[in-house]
C-alpha cells in the first residue's frame, strides 16, 4: 500500500506548473527546428498545447497522436541518449518535412505541457473532442491566425501510436470525411495479454468499484520494455512522462477505448497502414490483425515486424518503418481529396461509412448469417493475414 501511495504522490506532484517549468528549460530551436512553434487553446488551467512543424509547398498534413504518459515532443524527436533533450534534427518529424508533409500534433490531456492531472483523463471521449477540435482548427482556411492557415486546404493523415492509434480511429470513425488516411504504430486495439498481467485479472473483478472509489489510485500493473532497456530507462527518468501504475480509472477508459474500436471497427473507410511487433506484449498484435481484417477499406495494410517490441519510432528499425510511411503518404497524397470545410456536418459521412462497413463485415463472412460479428470473420482470417502480410505490402 506504502508503494501505492508514494507512487500516487509522485504522480500527482508532476503538475502542469511543473512540466512546463521542466520543458521550458530546453531551447526551442533545438524542438522546432527552424520553423516549428506552439500554441495553447482554451483558457487557464483548461489549456491544450499543440506543436506545429510545416513544411514549405506541403502536400498533406501528418497529425499525430501520442500514447499514454508520454507527450508529442517525447514520442516523435529524435532522441540523443538516456536523459537527455529530444531533438527536431534527425526525427520522423523533420524527415516528414523534408518529404513534403506539414506536422502537428496535441500533447493530450494530463501530459506534456497540457493542463490536467499527470496520466489520467475523466473519460477518453474528452481526448477524442479535443482531437477533432484541434484537426477542424488546422483544416480552417478563414482561421484569424496565418500561420494556422498555411496547414488548411490539405489532406490529413492521423499517425498514432499506441493508445494514439486507438485515438486515432475514434477520431476517424466520429467523423470519417475528415481524414485522408490512418499510420497506426502498435495500436492499443486489444489489451487481453496485459489483463492477465499480475494482479490485473483480480482488479478487472472489481473494476468498477475502485473505478468509484479511488479512481485516480496508480494500482493497474504495466509491462516494461526489458527488449531495449536503454530506452526503458529514458521513459522512467524523465520527469514528464507517466512512468508508474496505470490509473485505476485510465485502466478502465483503456478498456471502454478497446471495446469501442472492436465492435465499430467494420466501420472504418479510410486508407490504412497498421504496424505491429509479434513481440509485443503491451497492446495485443493480434488486435491489429483484427482491426485490417475487419476494416471496410479496400486500402488496407498489416506489417508485422519480429525485431521490435512497442516503441517504435525509437527502436532499433524504426527508420526503416519511417520510410515505409513517408513513401504510402507520398502515394496517396498525389490523389487524395481537400478535408470538408470545419463547419461541414458529417453525420451523411457517418452513415454512408457505418453501411458500407456492415455490407463489408458480412460480406466477409462468406455466406454465413448476419448475426456473424465482424470480429469473428476477421478472427477467421488472422492466420491468412499473418501469412500474406507479416513481410509488409509494397507501398
Known amino acids: 500500500m506504502s508503494g501505492i501511495l508514494q507512487q500516487k504522490w509522485m504522480a500527482d506532484s508532476r ?5 512546463n517549468e521542466h520543458l521550458d528549460k530546453q531551447e526551442p530551436a ?3 527546428g527552424p520553423s516549428g512553434f506552439i500554441k495553447f487553446f482554451g483558457s487557464p488551467g483548461r489549456r491544450t498545447c499543440g506543436c506545429f512543424w510545416p513544411a514549405a509547398n506541403a502536400k498533406g498534413v501528418v497529425l499525430m497522436v501520442h500514447g499514454h504518459g508520454s507527450y508529442l515532443i517525447f514520442e516523435y524527436l529524435q532522441r540523443q541518449g538516456v536523459g537527455n533533450w529530444k531533438t527536431y534534427e534527425g526525427s520522423w518529424v523533420q524527415a516528414f518535412n523534408q518529404a513534403g508533409f506539414s506536422v502537428a500534433g496535441l500533447d493530450n490531456r494530463g501530459c506534456g505541457r497540457s493542463s490536467g492531472l499527470l496520466g489520467y483523463v ?4 474528452l481526448w477524442v473532442d479535443d482531437l477533432l477540435s484541434f484537426t477542424r482548427s488546422l483544416q480552417d482556411s478563414s482561421s484569424s491566425s496565418s ?3 498555411a496547414f488548411a486546404g490539405l489532406p490529413t493523415y492521423l499517425l498514432g501510436s499506441s493508445l494514439g492509434g486507438n485515438l486515432a480511429v475514434h477520431a476517424a470513425l466520429r467523423e470519417p ?18 489483463k492477465r498481467k499480475g494482479l490485473n485479472p483480480i482488479l478487472l473483478k472489481v473494476a468498477a468499484l475502485l473505478n468509484w472509489v479511488i ?16 530506452l526503458q530507462e529514458d521513459w522512467d527518468t524523465n520527469p514528464v512522462t507517466y512512468h508508474y501504475n496505470t490509473r485505476v480509472r485510465m485502466g478502465v477508459e483503456c478498456n471502454r477505448m478497446c471495446d469501442t474500436v472492436l465492435r465499430e471497427m467494420h466501420q472504418l473507410a479510410c486508407p490504412l497502414l497498421v504496424v505491429h511487433s509479434i513481440k509485443d506484449n503491451m497492446t495485443d498484435p493480434d488486435g491489429s490483425k483484427m482491426l485490417v481484417q475487419a476494416a471496410a477499406s479496400t486500402d488496407k495494410t498489416l506489417h508485422l ?26 502515394k496517396r497524397a498525389a490523389t487524395a481529396a481537400a ?42 482470417a488472422w492466420e491468412k493475414v499473418e501469412r500474406e502480410e507479416a513481410v509488409g505490402a509494397d507501398a
Open 147 to 149: 500561420q494556422l492557415r
Open 177 to 194: 470525411l475528415r481524414y485522408a488516411g490512418l499510420l497506426l504504430l502498435a495500436p492499443m486495439i486489444s489489451l487481453e495479454k496485459l
Open 215 to 230: 479512481p485516480t489510485w496508480p494500482i493497474v500493473h504495466t509491462n516494461k520494455n526489458n527488449l531495449f532497456p536503454d
Open 305 to 330: 515486424v519480429d525485431n521490435m517490441w512497442h516503441v517504435l519510432t525509437k527502436e532499433p528499425g524504426n527508420q526503416q518503418l519511417l520510410q515505409q510511411c513517408i513513401a504510402w503518404l507520398t
Open 339 to 380: 478535408p470538408p470545410p470545419p463547419g461541414r456536418n458529417s453525420a451523411a459521412g457517418t452513415a454512408a461509412a457505418a453501411a458500407a462497413g456492415v455490407a463489408r463485415a458480412v460480406s466477409s463472412s462468406r455466406g454465413s448469417s448476419n448475426n456473424v460479428s465482424a470480429g469473428e470473420a476477421a478472427g477467421e
Open 30 to 32: 533545438e524542438y522546432l
Open 122 to 125: 475523466e473519460d477518453h471521449q
Open 15 to 19: 503538475d502542469e506548473a511543473f512540466r
